[in-house]
T-cell receptor, first 112, second 111 residues
Framework: DTAVSQTPKYLVTQMGNDKSIKCEQN?????MYWYKQDSKKFLKIMFS???????INETVPNRFSPKSPDKAHLNLHINSLELGDSAVYFC???????????FGQGTRLTVV | KQEVTQIPAALSVPEGENLVLNCSFT??????LQWFRQDPGKGLTSLLL?????REQTSGRLNASLDKSSGRSTLYIAASQPGDSATYLC??????????FGTGTRLTVIP
């Protein structure tokens, strides 16, 4: 079984649309994250959820909103998509600060 | 603000050679440092995790060291193989459970 799974793997959509990316982890971890990897391959954190509470929200446009229906899921909703949102989005989870984080396979979002 | 830098950005070596990848970070207040591997178009695979109190970790042909006071880590790969070709990322855990990533080193092992 895949530890951290994201769907879809690829997403192509037009500007202005609203889309969601789903993430599920079956590891029983308390903390889940969303990262964005830009065209230069740099990974930057977007959100972190711990026990369903948002504990980090970097300088991300409010068009992006994380939603956690339960501890095993952290979905990413994006409204009014823009060309600059094109990137690979990674979901991750970890049990805490001192142990390793596990990453999903990524979702390649292309906005046209 | 924590910044993580990796040098070199790209490296090509012949098969069988030993190599070292470098990672530096600006703030020594970290919980741990993690090395990842990313294959083209794929996700991240965790290779090694070094706690802030540790000096090194080993897994097979990989050895990672950590010098927290100087803000440096190295990943040593022994007897490189073509299958080792990938981008290697280091990341430190700091602050409110945040992973700060370096820009990566793209490794090519030539058969």
């Amino acid at each position: 079984d895949t530890a951290v799974s994201q769907t879809p793997k690829y997403l192509v959509t037009q500007m202005g649309n609203d889309k969601s990316i789903k993430c599920e982890q079956n590891l029983g971890h308390d903390t889940m994250y969303w990262y964005k990897q830009d065209s230069k391959k740099f990974l930057k954190i977007m959100f972190s959820y711990n026990n369903k509470e948002l504990i980090i929200n970097e300088t991300v446009p409010n068009r992006f909103s994380p939603k956690s229906p339960d501890k095993a899921h952290l979905n990413l909703h994006i409204n009014s998509l823009e060309l600059g949102d094109s990137a690979v989005y990674f979901c991750a989870s970890s049990p805490g600060q001192t142990v390793e984080a596990f990453f999903g396979q990524g979702t390649r979002l292309t906005v046209v | 603000k924590q910044e993580v830098t990796q040098i070199p950005a790209a490296l090509s070596v012949p098969e069988g050679e030993n190599l070292v990848l470098n990672c530096s970070f600006t703030d020594s207040a970290i919980y741990n440092l993690q090395w990842f591997r990313q294959d083209p178009g794929k996700g991240l695979t965790s290779l090694l995790l070094i706690q802030s109190s540790q000096r090194e970790q080993t897994s097979g042909r990989l050895n990672a060291s950590l010098d927290k006071s100087s803000g440096r880590s190295t990943l040593y790969i022994a007897a490189s193989q073509p299958g080792d070709s990938a981008t290697y990322l280091c990341a430190v855990t700091a602050g409110a459970n945040n992973l700060f990533f370096g820009t990566g080193t793209r490794l090519t092992v030539i058969p």
